[in-house]
Each structure stands twice: as structure tokens, then as C-alpha cells.
């Protein structure tokens, strides 16, 4: 019949049943959003952003000195790229690193991530979530026909071992968490490498914000405790360090077996992170360091000095001191995350992630991101997020003081 579509049309439409239940990226879809309302000519207060603007130079490629800069280079990254990576994790984070056979530099850290997981993972495999969790790394799991098994937030990193099965496979962490800004101990480290120890697990550490942690904390990349990389895999980011997060610039650090899986993997998908962007890193690597170091630590104060600003407002936020996010506790507010952003968003112009995306066991929350607004704007939508608080929780007063906040303190 006229209009209709011929069965064999239809069957050529189908897509995957495993993808089909894979949703977008919560935080993406959000910011798409975000984009198209700017767009269209409304300024909207965004807080929902995985990265923190920095004052960059304009990058100009003039003078780089390595060869073929618009062709492929080496699939593990190149050489010179890869050599700083080393030494970068050696001399800082006490991690000895093999930069020819231990590092494999990538088009972000996200498919690096999704890399190591397709290494490892077989179908029915489980991989343990613990929540706040970085909010792709289920869907990742899942792409690989594997079973995410998610941890509640309120679960001590010393119980985990009661998520272990005879099907778990990884333990995945974000170390410092985004969006709580927790920053793992020494002793959550070093429970989670004898945990690997005792059940032949793989330990994946996604260390993306491991230079945004404030003055005298200590930062322990978890790959120190297992020099010889013996069940850790250590993933990081050039594009949030450098603030320089439209690159896509990934990379892995992993014991050679692993490596020598991961690497196909990058080269039937990738085949090499971009030459050209690579070797203005590589090139200039420590001049870069210096520019944005004195940015993400005030980037950093300016999270905490948030974080004072909504315990000022009686609303807690999840532990935590690194980073540029804030996970927002909505309180007695009677809507959910993602009825609360959404209101947040119509009604305010402030845009901030719903904490469902983070874990069921989120949902109570927000994520705040301090790192792409000014600070009197940053402190207007807390202000406006204090009120929408307020007046979606059921009898709340309303009289208070006047808070530092509205004071513009």
C-alpha cells in the first residue's frame, strides 16, 4: 500500500537491540540544550559543563619542529608525547612508566576508558560502579555487553567487597570524583588494590582531574601503589588539564599485555589521536602546564569558596574538595533532579545537570560546575537555586536572614 514501508525497508531500519537501550549521555543531552537556547539568543547562567575556561594563548602551529603534522603518526601516540606522559607520572606521581610499550595516547580520555573496557570485558562480565560515578561509564560497560554493577554513594569504599561475584571483572573509580570532588585516601587505594589482589580484578582509574586539588592536599595516583601494573590501568586527560577539553587528547597508562590489546583496538577506531594537536601538546608541554596551573588553582578556590557560600544557605553538598563541580543536595525540595534542573532552566536561565545521571542513588542531588561563569553570576544561581529549594519544600519558612550571597559577599 502507497505510504507504507516495504518489509525489507523496515528490516534495513532496525538498530541494534543493545543499542537501543543505551540512552544519551545525560549531561550532553543537557548541554545541547543549553547550546541551541543560546543560539537562539538567550543567556542562559551555565553550570553544567564538564570543563573550566582558562585564558589560553590562540594556538598557532607555526614552528613546530615534528615532521608530517598533517598526516597519521604513530597509533601509540607519538613518541615525543608519550616520553613527557612518562615522566610527567613518573617524577610527579611516583608511577614508573614505559613510555614505548605502557602508554597509548588517544582521542580523549572517555574512548580511552571505553578502550580498556572492550579489552577486558566479556559478555555477562560485571564491572563494579561505585556512585557518584562519571556518568558514561554504565553505558560503556554495557556497550561491551557487560553488566555495570552499581555501589549507592552512602556505601564506605571499605565495603565494596560485598559487590564481588564470581562475574565481577574491574572496579572502575573517578580519583578526584566528578561530581562530588572527593579525593580517594591512601587507605581507599590501598583497599581497592588488595580487593584486586584477592579476586583477580582489574582496577581502572580515571585520574582526569588529578592537578585540580587544592593547596597541601595530597593527591595519590593509584597507579603508585602498583608499579609494576600488575591489575591497574590509569587513564587521564590532556583536554581538562590544558583546558583544552575540544581537542580530545586521551591517554592510558597499563602493564604491555594489555597495552598490546588496547592498542588494536585504538587502531581499527582512531588509528592516532590528532598529529597535528598532538605535537603542539608535546611541544608544548610544560609552557602549557605553567599557563593553566595558576587558573585551575583558582579555579579551585573558587569551588570551595562555593561550596561555603551554599553551606551559608543551610544547602549541603557531598563531600568533598577538588575539582570545579559541586554535588547540591536539594534538601526537602519534593521534586526530583531532573524535574528540579528542568525548572531551574525554564524558569531561571541556570542550567546545572540532574544528579540521576550520577546514580540512582543520586537523585537527590545536582551537579554544580563553578568552572565557565564569573563568580557574581555563579553567585546568582545559588541564590536561585536556594529559592527554588525553598519553594518546592513543603511548609518552609520563610523568613531568614539576609545571606552573604544577596549581600554580594
Not at 24 to 47: C, E, F, P, R, W
Not at 202 to 223: K, R
Not at 320 to 336: A, E, I, N, Q, R
Request: hydrophobic residues 40%; aromatic residues 8%.
Amino acid at each position: 500500500m502507497a505510504g507504507q514501508p516495504h518489509a525489507a525497508t523496515e528490516r534495513s531500519l532496525r538498530t541494534s537491540r543493545l543499542m537501543e537501550g543505551i540512552t544519551q549521555a545525560l549531561s550532553v543531552q543537557h548541554n545541547n540544550v543549553v547550546y541551541d537556547m543560546k543560539s537562539a539568543g538567550q543567556d542562559i547562567i551555565t553550570l553544567s559543563l564538564g570543563e573550566a575556561f582558562f585564558d589560553l594563548p590562540l594556538p598557532s602551529f607555526d614552528g613546530l619542529t615534528t615532521p608530517g603534522l598533517h598526516h597519521y603518526s604513530h597509533s601509540r601516540g607519538l613518541p615525543e608525547l608519550r616520553r613527557l606522559l612518562a615522566k610527567y607520572y613518573g617524577s610527579g606521581f611516583a608511577l614508573p612508566v614505559d613510555p614505548d610499550t605502557e602508554v597509548i595516547v588517544t582521542a580523549g580520555s572517555k574512548a580511552a576508558i571505553y578502550m580498556a573496557l572492550m579489552a577486558i570485558v566479556d559478555p555477562g562480565d560485571q564491572v563494579i560502579v561505585p556512585e557518584p560515578y562519571w556518568l558514561s561509564y554504565p553505558a560503556q560497560i554495557r556497550m561491551c555487553q557487560g553488566e555495570p554493577v552499581m555501589v549507592p554513594h552512602d556505601v564506605p569504599v571499605f565495603d565494596f567487597e560485598r559487590f564481588v561475584t564470581a562475574r565481577t571483572r574491574a572496579v572502575i573509580i573517578n580519583n578526584p570524583n566528578n561530581p562530588s570532588g572527593h579525593v580517594y585516601t591512601r587507605a581507599e587505594l590501598e583497599y581497592l588494590h588488595e580487593l584486586a589482589d584477592r579476586h583477580g580484578l582489574l582496577l581502572i582509574v580515571d585520574e582526569a582531574y588529578n592537578e585540580f586539588i587544592p593547596p597541601g592536599a595530597e593527591f595519590i595516583s593509584a597507579g603508585s601503589l602498583d608499579p609494576e601494573k600488575r591489575h591497574t590501568v590509569t587513564v587521564n586527560s590532556m583536554s581538562k588539564n590544558y583546558g583544552v577539553s575540544g581537542w580530545r587528547i586521551g591517554y592510558l597508562i597499563a602493564n604491555e599485555r594489555l597495552t598490546e590489546q588496547i592498542l588494536k583496538i585504538n587502531q581499527h577506531l582512531v588509528t592516532c589521536a590528532p598529529t597535528i594537536l598532538a605535537a603542539y601538546l608535546a611541544e608544548r608541554f610544560d609552557d602549557l602546564l605553567d599557563v593553566t596551573r595558576p587558573q585551575i588553582q583558582r579555579t579551585v578556590q573558587l569551588r570551595n569558596r562555593v561550596a561555603g557560600w551554599f553551606a551559608d544557605e543551610g544547602i549541603d553538598t557531598m563531600p568533598g574538595t577538588s575539582t570545579f563541580y559541586l554535588f547540591v543536595h536539594l534538601g526537602g525540595s519534593g521534586l526530583d533532579s531532573t524535574e528540579f534542573a528542568g525548572r531551574l532552566l525554564r524558569e531561571s536561565a541556570i542550567s546545572v545537570v540532574p544528579g540521576i545521571g550520577y546514580g540512582d542513588s543520586c537523585d537527590r542531588y545536582v551537579r554544580v560546575s563553578v568552572g565557565s561563569e564569573s563568580e557574581e553570576r555563579i553567585a546568582r544561581a545559588v541564590a536561585a537555586i536556594r529559592d527554588l529549594v525553598e519553594s518546592t519544600t513543603p511548609e518552609h519558612l520563610t523568613s531568614r536572614p539576609r545571606s552573604r550571597v544577596e549581600s554580594g559577599v
